[in-house]
């Protein structure tokens, strides 16, 4: 799987956007992106995932350039539950039985 | 979203005991389940992947002897920490795929234990 890089740590003032970037320049054509987080001492959540297209849903958006070497997560109105490690992977096909693959994310910590 | 239970949440064992860790997919079926194990501060490690009704494939370095992987059915899965040390004091993750549509893989809330 295309390996991802994130900065390790962000903050963001509670009711801003949250802008979390990825790159992940050696991605191929058949793969996707997958953001997840971690609450501290919880199993990873599920937010989003995409192709090339930019996602949106109840959590986030996720804007994927259109060479697909970068993406970022959006939060837009982040609050103080959202402070968590976010993970951004690399995998083929959504129909993918293979596991995922968790590099060091970037912890999000929103201020008061 | 889909639910993955965990049980127990949190276990406290003396050294050279056995901790069985059960896996649960709630409202969906899963053929393959996979186990993951974090320290503080760490992110998450693939120890192993299991998969129903066969033997569970195991990643370099994790000791299939001492990691038992059970998944005798499409919503159970088991792990057994055999004679625990301190040293496997972790978060022991599991995460199961969904067979149906949905084709995502969705996390349990995790297991702590701590091996006195």
């Known amino acids: 799987d295309a390996k991802t890089t994130q900065p390790p740590s962000m903050d963001c003032a509670e009711g801003r956007a949250a802008n979390l970037p990825c790159n992940h320049s050696?991605?191929?054509?058949?793969?996707?992106v997958y953001w997840y987080r971690q609450i501290h001492s919880q199993g990873p959540q599920y937010i989003i995932h995409?192709?090339?297209n930019n996602e949106t849903n109840e959590m986030a958006s996720l804007i994927i350039t259109e060479d697909r070497k970068s993406s970022t997560l959006i939060l837009p109105h982040a609050t103080l539950r959202d402070t968590a490690v976010y993970y951004c992977?690399?995998?083929?096909?959504?129909?993918?039985?293979?596991?995922?693959?968790f590099g060091s994310g970037t912890q999000l910590t929103v201020l008061p | 979203g889909a639910v993955v239970s965990q049980h127990p949440s949190r276990v406290i064992c003396k050294s050279g005991t056995s901790v069985k860790i059960e896996c649960r997919s709630l409202?969906?079926?899963?053929?393959?389940m996979f186990w993951y194990r974090q320290f503080p501060k760490k992110s998450l490690m693939l120890m192993a992947t299991?998969?129903?009704?066969?033997?569970?494939?195991?990643e370099q370095g994790v000791e299939k002897d001492k990691f038992l992987i059970n998944h005798a059915s499409l919503t159970l899965s088991t792990l057994t920490v055999t004679s625990a040390h301190p040293e496997d004091s972790s978060f022991y993750i599991c995460?199961?795929?969904?067979?149906?549509?949905?084709?995502?893989?969705?996390f349990g809330p995790g297991t702590r234990l701590t091996v006195l």
């Open positions: 050696t991605i191929s054509g058949n793969e996707y």
């Open positions: 995460s199961a795929r969904d067979n149906g549509h949905r084709k995502e893989q969705f």
């Open positions: 299991s998969n129903e009704g066969s033997k569970a494939t195991y």
């Open positions: 409202d969906f079926q899963a053929t393959t």
């Open positions: 992977i690399v995998r083929p096909s959504s129909c993918s039985a293979r596991q995922l693959t």
């Open positions: 995409g192709l090339k």
